[in-house]
């Protein structure tokens, strides 16, 4: 089983970036298909992007499409999500995760994702 922690939350201003990382232990990481998800007060957990355990292919939820890109590097077992032009509706816990099945069939199910990290904030002040 694999546990995840994730790190570069913070607060920016409307237009400005961030980059989150989860760092994994009790890897085979590699193995992983993984995803970032998002919770808003109120709201649903929401898928936001995921990555073939390669790295090869990616997928992302039209909301954030053409602003986020999640990238992983195996050798260092981390996952990232560079998010640019941030809203203040893209305000949220974001949390990665990590799936055994391979991300062409896990969707943005929750239950797809075997392992979850405690999640860091992201703030969007307009």
């Known amino acids: 089983q694999v546990q995840l922690v994730e790190s570069g939350g913070g607060s920016v201003q409307a237009g400005g970036s961030l980059r989150l990382s989860c760092r994994a232990s009790r890897t085979p990481f590699s193995t992983y298909c993984m995803g970032w998800f998002r919770q808003a007060p109120g709201k649903e957990r929401e898928g936001v992007a995921r990555i073939s355990n390669s790295g090869q292919t990616t997928f992302y939820s039209d909301s954030v499409k053409g602003r986020f890109t999640i990238s992983r590097d195996n050798a260092q077992k981390t996952l990232y999500l560079q998010m640019n032009s941030l809203k203040p509706e893209d305000t949220a816990m974001y949390y990665c995760?990590?799936?055994?099945?391979?991300?062409?069939?896990?969707?943005?199910?929750?239950?797809?994702?075997?392992?979850w990290g405690q999640g860091t904030q992201v703030t969007v002040s307009s």
């Open positions: 995760a990590a799936s055994r099945s391979p991300c062409y069939a896990t969707g943005y199910v929750l239950g797809n994702f075997d392992n």
